[in-house]
Antibody
Framework: EVQLVESGGGLVQPGGSLRLSCAAS????????MHWVRQAPGEGLVWVSG????????YYADSVKGRFTISRDNAKNTLYLQMNSLSAEDTAIYYC???????????WGQGTLVTVSS | EIVLTQSPATLSLSPGERATLSCRAS??????LAWYQQKPGQAPRLLIY???NRATGIPARFSGSGSGTDFTLTISSLEPEDFAVYYC?????????FGGGTNVEVK
């Protein structure tokens, strides 16, 4: 069974940092693009970042470019999102998702909540 | 950035009725469009990819059509478990974008 399990969310002060992880199992991790998508409370879905199979080409939404860094460890079957200079606007559930045909999202993890507040 | 506009924002229907959801792109996305379903408290689930291909395990009552800038998700006969929010998403160009969603609610 394909599984994606996010961790690392929590409460952080404005200007702070957080590192999210997504542990993958049940498929050949190194064969798939991976993505982060977020959803602010009561709002819609917003793509945040994606990375290709070997991890050599990251892509970012403009809203996080220069602050967030996506990476992956194919030996550990794990995807990461390093988030710096966090603001209240970054408060959301962060989902990791496997890329289907690269850039559709299937499946999704259960999400991890990031709250930026003083 | 390609903007996806979904309509209507809310669709009020009864079980057994047909649901027709629209997604319009600000520029052509060819057939690089997907549809997702999200229920309260759950992660989204892929329904349709490449405009008209059902994802694994998705019932046949869900169908997608369209190309270019205009797309439709049709649920032929609503089951109780189909009342949810539906999002479209394009993978034609970066950044990847979603529509604002259509809430299919019980009338």
């Amino acid at each position: 069974e394909v599984q994606l399990v996010e961790s690392g969310g929590g409460l952080v002060q404005p200007g702070g940092s957080l590192r999210l992880s997504c542990a993958a199992s049940g498929f050949i991790f190194s064969s798939h693009w991976m993505h982060w998508v977020r959803q602010a409370p009561g709002e819609g879905l917003v793509w945040v970042s994606g990375i290709n199979n070997p991890g050599s080409s990251p892509y970012y939404a403009d809203s996080v470019k220069g602050r967030f860094t996506i990476s992956r460890d194919n030996a550990k079957n794990t995807l990461y999102l390093q988030m710096n200079s966090l603001s209240a606007e970054d408060t959301a559930i962060y989902y990791c998702a496997r890329g289907l045909y690269e850039n559709y999202f299937d499946p999704w993890g259960q999400g991890t909540l990031v709250t930026v507040s003083s | 950035e390609i903007v996806l506009t979904q309509s209507p924002a809310t669709l009020s229907l009864s079980p057994g009725e047909r649901a027709t959801l629209s997604c319009r792109a600000s520029q052509s996305v060819s057939s690089y469009l997907a549809w997702y379903q999200q229920k309260p408290g759950q992660a989204p689930r892929l329904l349709i990819y490449a405009a008209s291909n059902r994802a694994t395990g998705i019932p046949a009552r869900f169908s997608g059509s369209g190309s270019g800038t205009d797309f439709t998700l049709t649920i032929s006969s609503l089951e109780p478990e189909d009342f949810a929010v539906y999002y479209c998403q394009q993978r034609r160009s970066w950044p990847l974008t979603f529509g604002g969603g259509t809430n299919v609610e019980v009338k």
